[in-house]
């Protein structure tokens, strides 16, 4: 199977390019400037302008969605870009289209979320046969997340919020199960092993850190706060990913008491 990868040069792509490698796909891979390696076909292709899009969906089979732009011309990139990338897919024939969406961004009112979902209604209604898979948030995004929150002194967090940690690796297999299997014209969750209570992960963090800085409890507004702390990122579809929150710190730090 030949396949595209947008978004390869990320962190989901990093786990997906050796794992499709290794399984004899013929993979090629899209980015904005010139590159090589990884064992693949790099091409120069843009979502937000379209150059190069036509050119990299020629003769492929499938393609695997992975680009995205949290921070910045997210509407043009993710939504504008979809559009693009799917009329072209439409264009040439592509069986199958596999886009990586977020769980909750059907009902998680954040800016980001609704540009997703946008996104996932794009490719549904494209003309190409599809599958989204929804995954929960990677421990790498929560570990920066309470970096960031604890730059002055004690970490900000709203205790109640609920997270289901996935790691990456786990949903690249996914997404090549999802290849393999063909388009179902449906959307798949998929979520890490267990559902934490941010509280409990702010304490295995600090331990596996070393670090003294306390919690200063924040309640998140709004109807934002509420679906957060009423489930908005976690799923109850199975199977789910291994590998823990503690596993991860255990990698990344040295260890937790936890573990």
Known sequence: MRVLVTGAGGRLGG???????????????????????SGVEW??????????????VAGVDAILHLASSPTRRTHEIDVLGTRRLV??????????????????????PYVYYRHKLAAEQVVAAGGVPWTVLRATQFPQFLDELLQKSSKLGPVIADR?????????????????ELLRAGPRDGIVEYGGPEVLRFDDAVRTWRQARKSRRPMLPVRFPGRLGRELRDGGLVTEAHPTGRRTWADYLAD????????
Do not use: N
């Not at 091409?43 to 990299?56: F, R």
């Open 15 to 37: 786990a997906v390019l050796p794992r499709m490698v290794a399984e004899g796909f013929q993979v090629r891979a899209t980015s904005r400037r010139a590159r090589t390696g």
């Open 87 to 108: 009329t072209a897919a439409a264009g040439a024939g592509v069986a199958h289209l596999v886009y990586i969406s977020i769980v909750g961004v059907d009902r998680v």
């Open 160 to 176: 109640a919020v609920v997270a289901q940690p996935v790691d990456p690796g786990e949903v690249a297999d996914k997404l090549i």
């Open 43 to 56: 091409v120069v292709a843009d979502l937000a302008t379209g150059a190069g899009v036509a050119a990299a």
């Open 252 to 259: 990344t730090y040295g260890g937790t008491t936890t573990r």
